[in-house]
């Protein structure tokens, strides 16, 4: 089974500023995929970047970016240029290619921007 | 594109009643729906996944009689709550998704569910 754990409950960063999320996880698997998923508190879920297992390039989607560690099973989030708009409970997440679309989710983290 | 939209978004039922949530996929063919429940500041934990015109595939844990799941159509899942009770309040999320592979999926707003 693929677990995803996520070590930060909560996370604050200042307006304007980096702040880094991070992500481990655990898979036997050559074959998945891994997904930031954003959630503000109108509770609808965000894609915010996803990435091939197979690729090494880390995915980059405007002020988000990831560190994909691939022998470390490390998946952090950059959120560079931080906006009051970007405070939402952030989730890291695994699929693996032979699952069917099942996705597992880290336990979150909630992230909170000072203006 | 790729809207999925949930009704109701949030309704109340009494302790004992049945409750029926819908899941559609507005602008594409979801080949593959999932059904997701979340407790305040809780991780998402999926409950089932469902196939147009298959037998929804239950998570362990999860009671299939309590938890009806139909996806009639590729752009319709149903959630039906039966015998509600308090304990089943929560915050119930659909996916969908277009391909088998499930590496796209689009999610739903969401539906708050209180039992009294």
């Known amino acids: 089974a693929q677990t995803v754990t996520q070590s930060q409950p909560e996370m604050s960063v200042q307006e304007a500023e980096t702040v880094t999320l991070s992500c481990t996880y655990d898979t036997s698997e050559s074959d998945y995929y891994l997904f930031w998923y954003k959630q503000p508190p109108s509770r609808q879920m965000i894609l915010v970047i996803r990435?091939?297992?197979?690729?090494?390039q880390n995915a980059t989607e405007n002020r988000f970016s990831v560190n994909f560690q691939k022998a470390a099973k490390s998946f952090s989030l950059k959120i560079s240029d931080s906006q009051l708009g970007d405070a939402a409970m952030y989730f890291c997440?695994?699929?693996?290619?032979?699952?069917?679309?099942?996705?597992?989710f880290g336990q979150g983290t909630i992230l909170t921007v000072h203006p | 594109g790729a809207v999925v939209s949930q009704h109701p978004s949030w309704v109340i039922c009494k302790s004992g009643t049945s409750v029926k949530i819908e899941c559609r996929s507005l602008d594409f063919q979801a080949t593959t729906m999932f059904w997701y429940r979340q407790f305040p500041k809780q991780s998402l934990m999926l409950m089932a996944t469902?196939?147009?015109?298959?037998?929804?595939?239950?998570e362990q844990g999860v009671e299939k009689d309590k938890f009806l799941i139909n996806h009639a159509s590729l752009t319709l899942s149903t959630l039906t709550v039966t015998s509600a009770h308090p304990e089943d309040s929560s915050f119930y999320i659909c996916s969908a998704s277009p391909g088998a592979g499930g590496y796209e999926q689009y999610f739903g707003p969401g539906t708050r569910l209180t039992v009294t």
């Open positions: 469902s196939n147009e015109g298959s037998k929804a595939t239950y």
């Open positions: 997440a695994s699929l693996r290619g032979t699952s069917y679309g099942k996705l597992t």
């Open positions: 990435q091939e297992a197979y690729k090494q």
